[in-house]
């Protein structure tokens, strides 16, 4: 954290630096320096330039690109400064004889210079107006950017630290709840009172596991979100990964889980915790959202890119609205949230989360005939990049 504290202040300090020179290249005054200093120079040129003929036009040439290139770069007045400047040395010291005594005749020869000068400094000034205006919507754009970013790398430090400090004493509130509760059970004969306080012990203790099980996703969610957990790992065998976890689920929730998978291994390069928690939420919430007497289906394919998890329940099918609304953070459907299904709605987000993090994908499909079908696409081990 400190790192990444340090790095983005760096950044910060070197962008002001930039824009305070770029601030001072393209200010005014500097603009009137330059054009006396390039208007110098065509001049020096066309001095040494003696073996071409110098025609009014010829002339006129360099002295309206001088006019054009710092109207274009420090605005309309030294743009101005330079046109007279430039009229005035080519009237002066290179083609004296182009100012006549009439001034009918002194227009005709040199307006259509002046006028030519106008509309490119014109056309030049609208064409740069507009450029500046999107390179300063496009810098507001990267300071809000940068603002959310340190904004939600705060938001993620202050979930860490809170939940590190809300698990602390919530579990000596558990421990003392369950010693307390065990000793009165152990009680042979127990007054009334006390069973009254055996009854508020186990709904306290039922309470707290309920409120450590949303500091341990959020604080799940917060580590994957800010990167604390490493993607990479040892290449894992996906295949054996979900048939133990698939074993382990129906060990503890007594439920009938089919499950086909490919025959060749199933190579992940990627952080076993991470890639089980995903499996994990989605064959929990199978069991959790389905009728007690259906079976559950996982079945995966796989090709030489990428692998395809599909988790099957037998739940009723989610409207457009709830499909697209199903990984936001503490999302549930209206008849879970008032079910007695445990749950914070952070499970989806954090397979969600993790599956973006390898670079995969993460959907739900639902009709009449199918029920609910979760997917995960991942890349094998061959295609994750090096972490």
């Known amino acids: 954290m400190t790192t990444r504290a340090n790095r983005r202040s760096s950044h910060a300090h070197s962008a002001r630096r930039s824009r305070e020179i770029s601030s001072w290249l393209l200010s005014p005054w500097l603009g009137y320096l330059a054009c ?29 690109m001088v006019s054009v290139f710092v109207a274009m770069v420090w605005g309309i007045g030294p743009a101005l400064v330079s046109v007279a400047l430039g009229l005035f040395v080519i009237a002066r010291f290179l083609s004296p004889g182009i ?46 950017h940068q ?35 065990a000793r009165l059970k152990k009680s042979e004969a127990m007054p009334e009172n ?14 707290a596991l309920h409120l450590r099980a949303l500091i341990d996703s959020l604080f799940k969610l917060s580590r994957v979100h ?58 929990t919430n199978a069991i959790n959202y389905s009728s007690e007497t ?17 988790i099957q329940n037998d739940h009723p099918p989610f409207s457009p609205d709830q499909l697209e609304h199903l990984f936001e953070p503490f999302y549930r459907t209206t008849d879970v949230a008032y079910s007695s299904i445990p749950g914070w709605g952070l499970g989806l987000t954090i397979c969600k989360e993790i599956v973006e993090q390898y670079g995969g994908q993460i959907w739900a499909e639902s009709s009449e005939e199918t029920g609910v079908s979760f997917f995960v696409k991942l890349p094998l081990a061959a295609e994750v990049e090096h972490f």
């Open 194 to 207: 006390w069973a009254v306080v055996q009854q508020y012990l186990e709904v306290v203790e039922a309470r």
């Open 36 to 64: 006396v200093l390039l208007i110098g120079g065509v001049w020096l040129l066309e001095k040494l330039d003696e073996a071409i003929p110098h025609a009014p036009i010829f002339l006129a040439t360099p002295f309206a």
């Open 147 to 181: 603002q959310l970013e340190r904004a939600n790398h705060v938001k993620d430090y202050i979930i860490m630290r809170s939940s590190h400090e809300l698990r602390t004493p919530l579990t000596t509130i558990l421990g003392r709840t369950q010693l307390l509760s």
């Open 294 to 310: 259906s079976a559950i289906q996982i079945g995966a394919q796989s090709d030489d890119h990428q692998v395809t998890l599909q």
């Open 226 to 283: 800010a990167g604390e957990i490493p993607l990479g790992g040892t290449c894992i065998e996906f295949g054996a990964l979900c048939r133990k976890i698939v074993e382990n689920q129906q060990n503890l929730a007594g439920r009938s889980i089919e499950i086909k998978l490919p025959a060749q291994p199933l190579l992940l390069q990627a952080n076993e915790e991470l890639v089980s928690q995903v499996v994990v939420n989605l064959v």
């Open 99 to 144: 100012v006549a005594p009439g001034l009918l005749t002194d227009l005709s020869l040199v307006g259509p210079f002046i006028f030519v000068q106008l509309m490119a400094i014109g056309v030049v000034m609208q064409l740069e107006r507009s450029r500046r205006k999107l390179l300063a919507t496009s810098q507001a754009l990267a300071e809000s």
